[in-house]
């Protein structure tokens, strides 16, 4: 199984900043490896799909970078709006697995 | 594209629940469709995939507890769900693709 595992647990940052939340998988996810926002109460959105390919309707300062067993989600200059938690998922083997989540807030 | 799973509430441990994700602008057997679920205050783990070929795969945690359906006639996708146990208590979400691009609402599960 494909463990992700995502640093930090808790971002607290302010409007502008730059985050970045870093996946690391314990092997390769190819580049199968997909990004989520959740707020509290709602269902999860998709952000980033294979590692990088942007979703048409979310804003560009969220991108996605990595391969392998390294991925990066980049926030620029962050909104109150960002406020939420993000997690990654991996494709790549079953069965499918998410990070743990990392909780962004605003300053 | 709208999912809209139902078939929550509460049930005893070792009691079967089915849940079912009704789907409207899409069809469930072209696509992927997924169960993943919340456990209250806890992070997301999927549960269960069938693929548009009809192939199913599950999660270690719920592997020959669960099962995953679909009805083409009615466009559903189901998850029957047997010898529940408490951690099995969570929001149940059905999903579509593999970057998860389309999500229900979820219905609740409690086991208790």
């Known amino acids: 199984e494909i463990v992700l595992t995502q640093t930090p647990d808790l971002q607290s940052a302010a409007p502008k900043e730059t985050v970045t939340i870093t996946c690391r998988a314990n092997q390769s996810a190819g580049n199968s490896l997909h990004w989520y926002q959740q707020k509290p109460g709602q269902s999860p959105t998709l952000l980033i799909k294979?590692?990088?390919q942007p979703i048409s309707g979310v804003p560009a300062r969220f991108s996605g970078s990595g391969a392998g067993t390294d991925f990066t989600l980049t926030i620029t200059r962050l909104e109150a709006e960002d406020s939420a938690t993000y997690f990654c998922?991996?494709?790549?083997?079953?069965?499918?697995?998410f990070g743990q989540g990392t909780k962004v807030e605003i300053k | 594209v709208h999912l809209v799973e139902s078939g929550g509430g509460l049930i005893q441990p070792g009691g079967s629940l089915r849940l079912s994700c009704a789907a409207s602008?899409?069809?469930?057997?072209?696509?992927?469709m997924s169960w993943v679920r919340q456990a209250p205050g806890k992070g997301l783990e999927w549960v269960s995939v069938?693929?548009?070929?009809?192939?199913?795969h599950y999660a270690d945690s719920v592997k020959g507890r669960f099962t995953i359906a679909r009805d083409n006639s009615k466009n559903t996708v189901s998850l029957q769900m047997n010898s529940l146990r408490d951690d099995d208590t969570a929001v149940y979400f059905c999903?579509?693709?593999?970057?998860?691009?389309?999500w229900g609402r979820g219905t609740l599960v409690i086991v208790s």
């Open positions: 069938i693929f548009n070929n009809g192939n199913s």
């Open positions: 602008g899409l069809s469930v057997s072209n696509n992927y």
């Open positions: 294979y590692a990088s």
């Open positions: 998922h991996q494709t790549k083997n079953l069965p499918w697995t």
């Open positions: 999903a579509r693709g593999t970057g998860l691009n389309f």
